[in-house]
């Protein structure tokens, strides 16, 4: 055999993968089109707050889209006029307390609750799993006049009161998110612990809590996000009593009679009550993007 026959002819890709190259190229360039003009579409609304906060409540008015340039420049003084005349330092550390008692308490109780339903197996487990997964059926435009009624005959109109009806109201989504997630964790791993000598309360705590870190991590965000935000359940239950003010309501209060809004403290007072939940969320991500990985290498 001659060394030309015998030498390593180079390998070309087949006419269809290089047919299709083009095709994913360009559907690659539209996804990314795509998805920039969605980030845009988020991203807009949050610099009109921002620039228009450093603007004078006229110019908010006759040019919103501009520049706080000159003139238009109010410089911190909305800053000083929200912080000042509406209690808001007040209202930032009430919403802080509800926020983070009714995600401590949700993260804590219904963690247990969905493993407990999940492990158990009988009828009446069955049928609290249905009843928190058929609960988030109803809208809370339903019963948020009798919760309000409720909450006042029980004393729950106070920021304690809050942390109760939060867990009430966000309970059936975490269940059923936590639900979903032990279900596919093995019985193997549970049993090995038993075998080692450790209780019920053990075991959980030590061994199936520390796996449910992703989608505790995911509950806590989007009850973060609820609650740090929500404007009518707090309007409903303590919006009436003036030493319990969240920072949705102190905004709203912003509003004058006869429609007179003072919009350059709103957007300023907006502005405040965004940074901490978009600075909670970037910090939060990086932990769901760690235990997305870690379960993918486990697996």
């Not at 993968?17 to 539209?30: K, L, Q």
């Not at 926020?99 to 999940?118: E, R």
């Not at 729950?156 to 989504?173: E, H, K, Q, R, S």
Request: charged fraction near 10%; aromatic fraction near 12%.
């Amino acid at each position: 055999m001659s060394a030309a026959s015998t030498a390593v002819r180079p390998t070309t890709a087949p006419a269809g993968a290089r047919a299709a190259e083009p095709r994913r190229s360009v559907g690659r360039s539209i996804t990314t089109a795509l998805l920039a003009i969605l980030s845009l579409v988020w991203l807009v609304p949050l610099v009109f707050i921002l620039i228009n906060s450093f603007k004078g409540r006229f110019y908010i008015s006759d040019s919103p889209f501009s520049l706080p340039m000159g003139e238009r420049f109010s410089g911190f003084t909305n800053y000083a006029s929200g912080l000042k005349l509406n209690g808001f330092a007040q209202a930032i550390g009430w919403s802080l307390f509800i926020t983070v008692g009714s995600v401590a308490v949700i993260l804590l109780l219904t963690a247990m609750t969905a493993y407990y339903i999940t492990r158990v197996k009988t009828w009446w487990t069955s049928v609290i799993y249905y009843v928190f997964a058929f609960s988030m059926i109803a809208p809370f435009q339903l019963v948020m006049f009798p919760t309000s009624k409720v909450a006042d005959m029980l004393g729950l109109a106070t920021p304690w009161g809050m942390i109760v009806l939060y867990l009430g109201f966000g309970g059936a989504l975490s269940v059923f998110l936590f639900a979903g997630f032990i279900k596919s964790i093995p019985m193997e791993i549970e049993e090995a612990a038993y075998m080692d000598g450790c209780s019920p309360l053990q075991t959980y705590f030590r061994v199936v809590m520390p796996l449910l870190k992703p989608t505790a991590v995911t509950v806590a965000i989007l009850n973060t996000m609820w609650v740090w935000n929500d404007y009518l359940l707090p309007y409903l239950v303590i919006g009436h009593d003036e030493n319990y003010k969240t920072i949705p309501i102190v905004i709203q209060a912003l509003t004058g009679s006869n429609g007179n809004k003072d919009l350059g403290a709103q957007m300023a007072m907006l502005v405040l009550a965004i940074i901490p939940i978009v600075a909670f969320y970037l910090v939060s991500q990086k932990h769901i993007i760690e235990g997305v990985a870690a379960g993918a290498v486990k697996g």
